[in-house]
């Protein structure tokens, strides 16, 4: 079986951010903005060059200009993201991701040319009510006729991580589970992704 694959979204590396990452393997981190929109060279600097000492894909959300500047491995694009990619912008293995929450964004998705994409949100988070949350079944349900690779997303923590292992996926993406001192073992060593 084909092992999963981990998206990691943040904007900063601290200690904690760094040790969990190492701990796994075959992890992509991708950049992302403040929420002002606001964008930190510095930090951009700093977590391509973690990536490539690492051999770790490194992504830049929502920017062709910064993910070309950069040398980016890949963009990833938010559902909100409805910009397409002119084929002379597009460098050889350049990867383009994105996420939706329901099948409009979806197509929307599919014409990007995005190879995979995160349905979101599958578990409950700060930033959707809970009946915006898909949990496992509908997850399933609406991801069963898609065409392309998919991508867990949402509200994903130690606690709930295990219910992705009867989801149809082929990579888990998530944002603060990076941030939590109590990762004790590689995410990978669970049986369904060993």
């Not at 293995?93 to 949100?121: D, T, W």
């Not at 949402?154 to 993406?173: F, H, P, Q």
Request: proline share 3%; net charge positive.
């Amino acid at each position: 079986m084909n092992k999963i694959q981990f998206y990691f979204f943040t904007n900063i590396l601290n200690e904690t951010i760094v040790k969990n990452i190492i701990k796994f393997r075959n992890i992509c981190v991708i950049y992302r903005p403040e929420e002002d929109g606001s964008k930190n060279s510095i930090q951009i600097i700093k977590i391509k060059n973690f990536c490539r000492k690492n051999k770790i894909l490194f992504y830049i959300a929502d920017n062709y200009i910064l993910a070309n500047k950069y040398n980016a491995d890949g963009i990833f694009l938010s559902s909100s993201n409805k910009s397409f990619v002119k084929p002379i912008q597009k460098k050889s293995n350049f990867n383009i991701i994105g996420s939706a929450h329901n099948l409009f964004e979806y197509s929307i998705k599919v014409r990007q040319n995005c190879e995979e994409i995160m349905l979101s949100p599958i578990f409950f988070n700060n930033k959707y009510s809970s009946n915006k949350t898909l949990g496992v079944i509908r997850f399933n349900l609406i991801s069963n006729h898609w065409k392309v690779k998919l991508s867990a997303l949402g509200g994903i923590n130690l606690d709930n991580l295990k219910n992705l292992r009867i989801c149809k996926i082929k990579s888990v993406a998530f944002i603060s589970l990076m941030s939590n001192p109590k990762i004790k073992k590689p995410i990978y060593l669970f049986s369904r992704w060993a």
